[in-house]
């Protein structure tokens, strides 16, 4: 038996392994990348050999043999929104499995930044990006899906760029389900905070949200509907402002384009004095991890974040690798789901004051 060997792991190449093990380059190949078409005994003992001489591949020379770098980059808008870790974690996870390791990179909602950092990625030979913070018409990926570039968008999307594919909820058909919860709570003042309209997540909600205001004819206060930006200070601020009404034009209900922003109207409502749910009911969109806490228990929308990112990483690999059907343009729109707890003032107990809406269509 060999023993384990404390030579440099640079010194150690393919070709010693073949030799100890009195087979072909070729044949440790196929045992190092698991492939068929090596015996079971061959295959033992070649492994046998790489873990006595504790062989790691180079990766440089096998990037330059395969022509990939076996790195994928994710875009972000900041790593402030807890979106995005969780966004990750389901991206990472299926990277692993296929051995690319993942770099995220923000670009701060800044069409000037994700062009520069587009380009750097492409400088760096990365094999593909998976973007979270596309703006609505982003230039930079209309022009890199065009290319033929491995990309795909999650969480939002590019309007009028067919050679893009994508993977978001419906953000449109959510936004209505969490508008509708209120207005059937008995809700009629209602302010939205909506998204930042130059993203598709932001202009979908938005659009849904006044789409079951319509069905339900409830009016529409412009002076109750406020721009954010998904960020957390933005629907601290605008809660502010719009708490700060008369008491009689003051909502009795908010609804946040994102939980980021909830957040913000949670503490806000707090320090004016008020409470959550008694004196506002209050309801978000992401489902967060911590949008279950006890303390919060928030009412929010679900777009199932790790398996959009599963999803996506397992599309980018089928685009780099040239898998079948990697040509077929891929749409994947998921379902949305209410998940309703403390915050909106609703219990398993409770009783919607207002039916359904007989015309609505989503």
């Known amino acids: 038996m060999l ?37 079971e005994e061959t295959r033992y003992r070649v492994l046998q050999i790489i873990e ?14 395969k022509r990939r770098s076996y790195a994928i980059a994710m875009l972000i808008t900041n790593t ?7 966004l990750a974690a389901g ?19 800044d069409e000037t930044i994700e062009a520069n950092e587009i380009e750097k990625i492409r400088a760096r030979g990365m094999d593909g990006i998976i973007t979270s913070a596309a703006l609505l018409n982003s230039n930079s990926l209309k022009t890199l899906a065009e290319s033929g570039y491995p990309v795909i968008s999650v969480l939002r999307n590019v309007y009028d760029c067919e050679s893009l594919d994508f993977v978001t909820v419906d953000n449109f058909k959510g936004a209505y389900l969490a508008a509708e919860h209120l207005i059937r709570l ?39 509907i406020a ?34 922003m909830a957040f913000g109207s949670f503490e806000a409502i707090l320090d004016m004095g008020l409470r959550v749910p008694e004196d506002i009911a209050l309801v978000g ?41 990697y040509e077929t343009p891929c749409r994947m729109v998921l379902e949305p789901r209410l998940i309703i707890r403390r915050s909106c003032g609703f219990s398993i107990t409770s009783e919607y004051v207002v039916q359904p809406a007989t015309r609505r269509q989503i």
């Open 227 to 260: 721009l954010g930006d998904f960020f957390k200070a933005s629907g601290y601020q605008a809660t502010k402002k719009i708490l700060r009404l008369a008491k009689k034009e003051r909502p009795t209900a908010i609804f946040a384009g994102n939980d980021d």
């Open 52 to 65: 006595a001489l504790n062989y790691k591949p180079n990766l440089v020379a096998r990037s330059l043999v």
């Open 80 to 86: 402030l929104n807890p979106i995005f870790p969780e």
């Open 285 to 325: 969109f992401n489902n967060v991890d911590t949008t279950a806490f006890r303390t919060i228990e928030m009412t929010t929308v679900s777009q199932r974040k790790q398996e959009m990112g599963r999803l996506a990483a397992r599309r980018l690999i089928d685009r780099i690798e040239k898998n079948p059907g």
């Open 91 to 109: 991206v990472d996870d299926v990277l692993k499995e296929h051995g690319y390791s993942l770099s995220i990179i923000s670009t701060c909602d």
């Open 3 to 39: 023993r384990k060997t404390s030579k440099k792991n640079q010194e150690i190449t393919i070709k010693d392994i073949a030799r100890i093990a009195k087979v072909s380059p070729a044949t440790v190949s196929l045992v190092m990348n698991d492939k068929p078409g090596v015996g």
């Open 186 to 224: 008995g809700h009629t003042r209602i302010c939205i905070i909506k998204g930042p309209q130059n993203t598709s997540s932001g202009k979908e909600r938005y659009e849904g949200a006044l789409k079951a205001f319509e069905d339900y004819r409830v009016p529409v206060s412009t002076e109750l």
